[in-house]
């Protein structure tokens, strides 16, 4: 099989969740901007963008030359990777100043979001792996996107639409914790950790909720602001605490082989340094910073390990697609 074709034929192999790879990838290199590594954050936004071309482009073929196997990956929660993926990759295009390429993303996020979020919610039943809380993610995502886009053109109805998802994410996170396999706390691959990643992007749109609403555009009232202020305190408080959990966990019971839904480990933990920064800046909590700024550096440490074993298993899979078995069984696909 020529080299071109042994690549299409792996690509056809990646599962929905692979799109977390560009989540995880495109928080860090926001995170790493707000800290001003910028020359290494511009290295992780061109990987973001590499990987999320290479996901959209699957995505299309998938949808138009398989229709069934789309329609089945899309009622599985890791479908939703790609609404999270590209309110992520817009907010970091909006920090950037590239308005036009941020609503653009914001457009397709928000018209993937009910398509692929209705199925999910349909098949949300006990007991459900990690990635439920995905449902939860692909909704602050482009409540955080409409947020920072707004506040760059100021545009009051995106901020009110912000907050609209901002509440129905904390809905549906409490529908996804119903839902969870509480064994997969020490027993899940690497996605048990959204769990934790989904309310640290529900702080990170609290926090520049509450931040744009304080600005010169008077939006909440006091009483307003000391709500979002709460629960945006408050959900920095459940994510270290699943934090401690998670990490607990995985001491106790290593799981050191590779998984792509290990991706699903890295975007969490990018994503709460991320939200610490952010949440320190917009309401004063300097130690906060701190704490931040030390996570997103373990973040970036785990993302190169990931990556090393995403390659490793990548070239392994491109290997077995050259030997007769791997002809036959791309054959039967």
């Keep these: 099989m020529p080299a071109a074709s042994r690549l299409r034929a792996w690509q056809a192999r990646r599962p929905p969740a692979a799109g977390a790879a560009v989540m995880a990838t495109g928080i860090l290199s926001l995170g790493l901007h707000l800290t001003g590594a910028a020359w290494l954050s511009v290295v992780f936004l061109a990987l973001a963008c590499a990987g999320w071309l290479a996901m959209a482009c699957d995505f299309a073929v998938r949808l138009l030359r398989d229709r069934s196997r789309w329609a089945a990956e899309a009622g599985t929660p890791g479908a939703l990777t790609a609404v999270a993926a590209t309110a992520v990759l817009g907010t970091r295009f909006s920090v950037l100043g590239a308005q036009t390429l941020a609503a653009a993303l914001l457009a397709l996020a928000a018209a993937l979001w009910p398509v692929l979020l209705v199925p999910v919610l349909r098949g949300c039943r006990r007991p459900m792996p990690g ?30 639409a912000a907050l609209v998802l901002f509440w129905l994410g904390l809905a549906l996170y409490v529908l996804a914790l119903s839902c969870f396999d509480r064994r997969q706390v020490v027993e899940g691959p690497g996605d048990q950790w959204v769990a934790g990643g989904a309310l640290a992007i529900s ?3 609290g926090a520049e909720l509450t931040a744009v609403g304080s600005g010169p555009v008077y939006l909440w009232s006091d009483d307003d602001s000391g709500v979002l202020r709460s629960v945006t305190i408050g959900l920095v408080v459940l994510d270290l605490c699943w934090f401690a959990v998670l990490l607990v966990s995985e001491v106790v ?9 290990r991706w699903s480990t890295v975007f969490p933990l990018g994503m709460s340094a991320t939200a610490a920064l952010t949440v320190a800046a ?8 701190g704490w931040g700024r030390v996570l997103l550096w373990i973040a970036v440490a785990v993302w190169l390990a ?12 491109l290997d077995w697609l050259r030997r007769p078995e791997g002809l036959r069984s791309t054959a039967r696909r």
Excluded at 139 to 157: D, F, H, I, R
Excluded at 253 to 261: A, H, I, N, T
Excluded at 306 to 317: D, F, H, L
Aim: aromatic share 6%; with cysteine; glycine share 4%.
């Design 253 to 261: 019971r290593p799981r050191l082989r590779y998984d792509v839904r």
């Design 131 to 160: 990635s439920v809380f995905l449902c939860c993610v692909a909704t602050e995502g482009p409540a955080v996107l409409g947020v920072t886009l707004a506040t760059a053109v100021s545009a009051t109805w995106l901020v009110h």
């Design 282 to 289: 917009a309401l004063d909590i300097r130690w906060l910073a």
């Design 306 to 317: 990931v990556a090393v074993g995403a390659v490793r298993q990548a070239c392994e899979e």
């Design 203 to 205: 702080a990170l749109a």
